[in-house]
């Protein structure tokens, strides 16, 4: 029952009643009417509360309240619904494995390779802000991977604005199969930056600066920056993308930064062990090495093609990343096609990927890698795929073991 039809019941439920209850009916409804009035005054005060809140908030990184606020303006009888702007999305992925190494026994494993949930909400016209859990068992722990926000409206200018933690566009990494393609392996860099970039007729591209977590000659500041930029076009049955980028500082990329003070701090360790002065070193990097890279893709009908070149600009310091007795100038390429068709009405994906890496044997990588993938469509959103890698390595003259190795993976993967 609404506040409007209560006074009426109870006047007519108090009228079925005795006379000695009849006596009481106005003074009855006259205290029900002024706890309505009240109460509708409560829920005034309520709302303005609400409204100053929001007002506050409005734009702040990470708005825990905005959920509150929906649900409370939701109970109020406010039409809006909170989860026409909120998107949730999310990838368990589990993969067995059968590995035959370079050296020594065989191994074998079932692991929960991938755990990742975003959130994404349309705040405003202008305003998109979003963030990304991410596990990965015994590589990361449950961690925020992402967390931005983004100034842009596509229907009023091509520019736009993003900060927050993110990965930088620098290499594209697409790949059909299960493995991360060896470009990633050592360009991929999670940051907290600032980017700026537009994107227009096809044509997109952007700048961005960071405080890498390498600290060059122990200086604590934003030092870092890329640039990246590509062209893609669609039409009927075919579609093609090209892409390039730079980065000033490939050496605070996520698999070299860690190496790169490890090794550094080895060093430091050795000098002290030898009795020598490690006042001269420094732990920090001295240089900062650049890198670039290239990408295309095309897609013509059933068929598409990926390739993908990523290197240092220049060599490392031999103190902060080797190759032999020299620094090393680390390089990594993908060349892939794949090829979608059906199989009992289900769709389906085969693969094939020839994959290799330069002077990048510290970041125990392969010299070379073939890769044999198969991946179907076993229900909605989920997927059930099959990898081959084989691998060889570098020759033992490079400090490598000059075998092969072998890899067999299974993926199960539901996105939801």
Excluded: C
Aim: charged letters at 25%; zero cysteines; hydrophobic letters at 40%.
């Amino acid at each position: 029952m609404t506040r409007h039809t209560l006074p009426a019941a109870v006047a007519l439920a108090l009228a079925t009643q005795t006379s000695a209850f009849a006596e009481s009916v106005d003074a009855r409804l006259s205290r029900l009417e002024a706890e309505n009035r009240a109460q509708e005054a409560a829920l005034k005060r309520q709302e303005a509360t609400i409204a100053e809140q929001r007002a506050m908030m409005q734009g702040a990184p990470g708005r825990v309240k905005e959920l509150e606020t929906d649900l409370e303006q939701k109970a109020a009888g406010d039409g809006g619904a909170w989860y026409r702007h909120i998107e949730i999305a999310g990838l368990i992925e589990v993969e067995a494995n059968y590995t035959s190494p370079y050296e020594g026994g065989s191994e074998s494993d079932i692991r929960l390779a991938t755990f990742e949930l975003g959130i994404e909400s349309q705040v405003s016209d202008w305003v998109k802000a979003g963030a990304s859990l991410l596990y990965e068992q015994d590589e990361t722990d449950l961690e925020v991977d992402t967390a931005w926000i983004t100034i842009a409206n596509p229907e009023r200018t091509p520019v736009f604005l993003t900060a927050g933690q993110l990965y930088v566009p620098f290499g594209a990494y697409e790949s059909n199969l299960v493995s991360d393609p060896l470009t990633l392996e050592i360009g991929e860099s999670r940051e907290t930056a600032l980017q700026l970039g537009f994107e227009h007729s096809g044509f997109s591209g952007s700048a961005y600066v960071f405080n890498g977590d390498s600290n060059i000659n122990g200086k604590d500041r934003i030092g870092s920056w890329g640039a990246n930029l590509g062209f893609a076009q669609e039409g009927e049955g075919r579609a093609w993308s090209i892409g390039a980028g730079y980065i000033n500082d490939l050496g605070d990329s996520d698999s070299l930064q860690d190496l790169i003070n490890d090794n550094r701090v080895a060093v430091l360790e050795e000098l002290a062990e030898l009795g020598e002065d490690p006042a001269d070193f420094s732990i920090d990097p001295t240089d900062r090495v650049g890198g670039w890279t290239v990408n295309a893709a095309a897609t013509f009908g059933p068929v598409n093609l990926i390739g993908e070149y990523l290197s240092a600009t220049d060599d490392f310091d031999v103190n902060s990343l080797s190759f032999g007795d020299q620094g090393a100038k680390p390089s990594a390429w993908n060349i892939e096609a794949g090829y979608t068709f059906n199989v009992l009405g289900k769709e389906t994906v085969a693969a094939v990927a020839y994959q290799g890496s330069r002077e990048a044997l510290a970041l125990e990588l392969p010299k070379e890698r073939w890769l044999v993938g198969w991946s179907i469509g076993i229900f909605d959103k989920t997927s059930l795929s099959f990898e081959w890698a084989h691998d060889n390595d570098y020759s033992r003259n490079d400090g490598g073991t000059g075998k092969s190795g072998n890899t067999l993976t299974a993926q199960l993967a539901v996105e939801f």
